[in-house]
């Protein structure tokens, strides 16, 4: 086997099948070894969180029934006061974040300025990662400019097959929304960067398969290819290549699972879309793994990452919770008599974030770290309420970052600190030189190691 540059990042297979690989020691330069490239994800969860599962101390404003709601009973009063402290105690909703918690930091009293004119939710997930200054836009309702994931991809993302990957785990078709409730992802004003919503899409535009049938298992297609390769590295790379190998395995069976349940629901008289009962977490975590493949074998470096689009009343299977679809949005609505139900898919969603944590901290890195120790990854909503639809007190956690991010801990920013302070900070951390971002005033200097 030729051991080319192209070869040792390569696997091909017939019908231009490619499956990239991962560092690899083996077939590594000293070089090559050395350069960890910094990487950033946006984790998006549309219609906000009910407040007080999340946030700290709010639990005492309304005490709901059942077994969350006695939970929260033991939560103390926040004291408005503090800018940081160390994260300890976790709300019902943050309770599956406990192993990550010494890799993650909780933000709160990030606002972002709703512009009058145009639908509350319409801006806050199209905006999210533009926070433009309200009414500075010439020729739109929303305050959209060029989104921080194409900014930073300018920096971070010249290189890469991809400059940046957009997905949205939104299976439903039946779309009565504009594009600016299912995408965060824009290259200006008016100028969307469409997502990819279906898993198999995903599949064929990362490993350059046709999609037929004679293309379907890229693992078979270079199989001998990875054989061949198999032979020239080292024990520990053998079992590392295994392990990533069988993982592109599980991708395609679980990827095939799912298409025939679509298949066979299809043929059944059902109210809702087919779509509507495949089973949520699977399906977000299968979107979840294709995006780690594609960061941990550098096709990108920047990544947007929809749970879902905002107000589509299409409900969702969410299993292990309900023995029916349910939809967010309507459930969102009904809080008084829907907290419990809400408060479980406000932690469902969480579950999915610290998956996406768990599953990149299990990728090491060419300088003994993971990656997700060179990633930041931040999961957000575009409201901080999403039965008030309030813009102020954004629920957000960064984690990731390895030294370069304090981790570990509870920070509170003073009211009426913009969300783009955020983006601003991000961004010089992954080494733009930028001193403001939209409508910031300033970085966040207690999220900076």
Not at 313 to 321: C, K, V
Request: aromatic residues 8%; contains cysteine.
């Amino acid at each position: 086997m030729k051991k080319s540059i192209s070869r040792r990042h390569l696997l091909r297979g017939l019908g231009g099948a490619a499956l990239a690989l991962p560092w690899l020691e083996s077939l590594a330069s000293t070089q090559a070894a050395a350069e960890v490239p910094l990487r950033m994800v946006q984790f998006y969860v549309p219609i906000g969180v009910v407040r007080r599962g999340f946030f700290p101390g709010e639990a005492n404003h309304v005490i709901p029934k059942g077994n969350l709601g006695n939970h929260m009973k033991s939560l103390g009063e926040q004291d408005p006061t503090f800018r940081t402290k160390p994260l300890t105690e976790l709300t019902p909703t943050l309770e599956p974040l406990e192993k990550f918690k010494h890799k993650a930091t909780l933000i709160t009293g990030m606002d972002r300025t709703f512009q009058q004119g145009t639908d509350v939710h319409a801006q806050c997930a199209s905006c999210f990662l533009s926070s433009a200054k309200p009414y500075t836009i010439q020729g739109s309702a929303w305050p959209l400019d060029r989104t921080l994931d194409h900014i930073v991809a300018d920096h971070i993302g010249r290189t890469t097959p991809f400059r940046t990957l957009e997905l949205s785990c939104n299976s439903h078709k039946d779309n009565k929304e504009s594009i600016y409730f299912d995408n965060i992802s824009w290259y200006g004003t008016g100028h969307v960067a469409p997502s990819l919503r279906d898993p198999r899409k995903v599949y064929q535009r990362l490993f350059s398969s046709r999609g037929d049938a004679q293309t379907r298992a890229i693992t078979d297609l270079v199989l001998q290819d990875a054989n061949d390769l198999k032979r020239d590295l080292g024990y520990a790379d053998r079992e590392k290549f295994t392990e990533y190998f069988d993982s592109i395995r599980t991708i395609e069976t679980q990827m095939s699972r799912l298409e025939k349940m679509k298949s066979e629901l299809a043929k059944v008289s059902i109210e809702e879309p087919p779509e509507a009962y495949l089973p949520r977490g699977e399906y977000i975590r299968l979107m979840g793994d294709l995006m780690v493949v594609a960061l941990q074998t550098g096709l990108t470096n920047v990544a947007t990452f929809m749970v879902g689009p905002e107000r589509w009343d299409t409900p969702y299977m969410f299993e292990g919770l309900f023995d029916k679809p349910r939809s967010h949005h309507q459930m969102s609505h009904n809080q008084t008599k829907m907290i419990d139900d809400l408060l479980e898919v406000d932690k469902f969603h969480m579950q999915q974030y610290v998956y996406l944590l768990e599953k990149m901290d299990q990728v090491d890195q060419a300088d003994g770290t993971s990656l997700l120790d060179n990633t930041l990854v931040t999961y957000g909503s575009g409201l901080g309420d999403g039965s008030t639809h309030q813009y102020n007190d954004l629920p957000i956690i960064v984690a990731g970052g390895g030294k370069r991010l304090k981790s570990g801990q509870h920070i509170n920013m003073p009211e009426g600190t913009p969300l783009a302070n955020l983006w601003l900070t991000q961004a010089q951390m992954l080494g733009l030189p930028i001193q403001e971002f939209a409508d910031s005033t300033g970085t966040i200097e207690a999220l900076i190691a």
